[in-house]
């Protein structure tokens, strides 16, 4: 479990692991109702610690609210009530500066990586294993290019942040570097599961397949009842009672005569026969 006191993130069962570090590059606090934005990014860096120390210098003239490690462990480098400097020049949709409207996470990630004759390497010299090599397309791209993975820790971690940043601040939005600022940045680029990440934390959705889903259609029941079985034949066993007329359901995949569909029903239920979760 992970709180915010203060506007500091803190472990409430000490499950978490997080580190207050603060930086002198910030400017002064967002304005009401804000921050209202969370912007991603890569470190670029060679470790948590050496990207916490360098966005707390004075010379890097840069910093964020978070990072988060490899591990999962987190740096906090500022309040979240504090403006930082993460995002640059950059603009979204009407507005300039991002810095004024948002809370940046950094993840320790090299990124972009080297292909030289035997393998994979950071821009710091680095052999990177075989395994943590993504290669990719980025969406600005044109080719596909060889970035760092990031490991499950930083992405469990970064949608809880997301999510009790949501809770506390409304976030509306949540953009990479690169979207906000195409023409400098690539980070965090196509390793990072953004839109999973958004589809999480902004709309809700909790369905571990949603990357994986194409094509998927909708449909609507058209007989008075339609049985829903286990397999794609009519002598296979019922899952549920027959769907009414007018049902809408989700297509997920098609065989032969049969589709394999989720149901989706909205209306209201007596409370006290719900299980809750
Ligand atoms: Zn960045």
């Known amino acids: 479990m992970m709180k915010i006191e203060n506007h500091k993130l803190k472990s409430v069962e000490g499950d978490f692991d ?3 570090q603060e930086t002198s590059n910030h400017s ?14 890569y470190t670029a860096g060679s470790s948590l610690q050496s990207s916490a120390d360098w966005l707390c210098n004075h010379d890097a003239q840069a910093s964020a609210h978070i990072i988060v490690g490899k591990k ?6 500022a309040a979240f009530d504090t403006i930082t400097w993460h995002a640059g020049i950059s603009q979204w949709n009407e507005r300039k500066n991002l810095n004024k409207f948002s809370i940046g996470i ?7 990586l080297e292909k030289r004759a035997d393998g994979y390497y950071t821009h710091f010299g680095e052999k990177v294993k075989e395994s943590n090599v993504v290669i990719a397309k980025h969406k600005f791209d044109q080719e596909e290019k060889a970035w760092e993975a990031f490991t499950q820790e930083q992405i469990k971690v970064v949608e809880k942040i997301c999510f009790i940043l949501k809770e506390q601040y409304n976030i509306i939005e949540i953009v990479g570097h690169d979207d ?26 909790k369905d571990d397949n949603s990357d ?13 009842y339609l049985n829903i079985r286990s397999k794609p034949s009519a002598q296979s066993s019922k899952v549920t009672d027959p769907i009414p007329k ?6 997920l995949e098609t065989k032969g005569d049969w589709s394999y569909v989720k149901v989706e029903i909205e209306g209201w239920v007596s409370k006290k026969w719900l299980k809750t979760f």
């Open 246 to 251: 007018g049902t809408k359901l989700k297509i």
């Open 212 to 224: 994986q889903i194409t094509n998927l259609s909708k449909g609507i029941v058209t007989a008075d």
């Open 18 to 20: 997080i580190l207050y």
């Open 180 to 205: 906000i600022a195409p023409e400098r940045k690539r980070d965090p680029g196509p390793a990072w599961p953004l839109r999973k990440l958004k589809e999480t934390i902004l709309y809700g959705r």
């Open 28 to 41: 002064n606090k967002f304005a009401t109702a804000l921050p209202d934005t969370i912007v991603i990014h």
């Open 72 to 77: 999962g462990k987190i740096i906090q480098l």
């Open 106 to 112: 950094e993840i320790d990630n090299a990124g972009l």
